[in-house]
């Protein structure tokens, strides 16, 4: 059994988490986390887990975190950069599924998220875990980046198109359109019902925080730079991720079997017939990416639409799917769950 410890079990990606590992056969939960609920039994707060998880939520700071044999970062950015590196030297490996270790240049992540980094080694030993793009290097790490939420659905969208180099690498375009659980479950006044429901905007137009570490993977799988423009939107429905992807072509392809065949074999990406609109219901709670293609007017312009579900392949699923990686688990065990409809 694989020991695993939660910090921060009370947002959404923390109880995401629980509701995997709960269902993961290989997976012994330990130990969870907040600071706010010490005290408070885990299926007090989330009655979906009662008879199925029977810990309380305790203090990081007295939390037996260091008998795990791998501890989950579900806080805000800037916590597992100061927390993760005791755990990692007392031989626990971490998955942080904040942004901390995902952007190598350490100066330009300090520009972004307007803090200076605690534990730049542990940037450089990081591996970003995107399985599809490393899955060699997944397995042998100690310490994974899991991927942000919008990075996962772009870079799923635009990997097979930019490593076969048939694109204007210069002028990608990225339209993604967010629900409202991807800003996270603290209170703020953006993802208040009656500010987020019936409404539709685009926000961070000047530059937002997932634009550098998308072009940082996709300029690695294209082995050169990459020009992005990226438009995120905030759209009335709780979970899911919708990317339109435009790329304009610069050599003629079969895309279609391009994908198909960068992807066969792959359980958390499935490429959709041609002319396809894949829709987020139908990747809903599932550890899933969706992905159709289109070449409207059979002009130049590639249209890619990518679909996932932000708390579970743009975060918490994929988290477990790079631990099954980790530790030698087959991928797929665990995280079987089909979406869930309507
Ligand atoms: N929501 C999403 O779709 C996605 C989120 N992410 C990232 O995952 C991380 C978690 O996101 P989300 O679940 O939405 O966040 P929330 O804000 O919903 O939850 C944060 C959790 O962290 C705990 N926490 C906060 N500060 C600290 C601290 N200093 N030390 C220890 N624990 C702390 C909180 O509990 P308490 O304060 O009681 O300790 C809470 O359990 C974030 O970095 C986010 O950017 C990544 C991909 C997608
Ligand atoms: C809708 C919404 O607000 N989404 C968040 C991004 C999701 C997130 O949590 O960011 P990470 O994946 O980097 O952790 C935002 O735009 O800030």
Known sequence: MIKVGIVGGTGYTGVELLRLLAQHPQVQLVAITSRGEAGTAVSDMFPSLRRRLDLKFEDPASA??????LVFFATPNGVAMTQAPALLDAGVRVI????DFRIKDVAEWERWYGMSH????????AV?????HDRSGISKARLVANPGCYPTAVQLGFMPLVEAGVVDLGQL???????????GRKAEIPTLFAEASDN???YAVPGHRHLPEIQQGLS????QPVGLTFVPHLTPMIRGIHATLYARIKNDADFQRLFEERYRGEAFVDVLPPGSHPDTRSVRAANLCR???HRPQQGKVLVVLAVIDNLVKGAAGQAVQNMNIMFGRPETEGLWQLAVLP
């Open 64 to 69: 037996d975190l260091r008998s795990c044999d």
């Open 96 to 99: 942080d599924l904040a942004a």
């Open 118 to 125: 605690a534990s730049p080694d542990w940037v450089e030993k």
């Open 128 to 132: 970003y875990g995107l399985p599809e």
């Open 173 to 183: 375009i990225a339209d993604t359109k967010s629900g409202v659980s991807g800003a």
């Open 200 to 202: 539709f905007k685009a």
């Open 220 to 223: 690695t799988m294209a082995a």
């Open 291 to 293: 992905i159709a293609l």
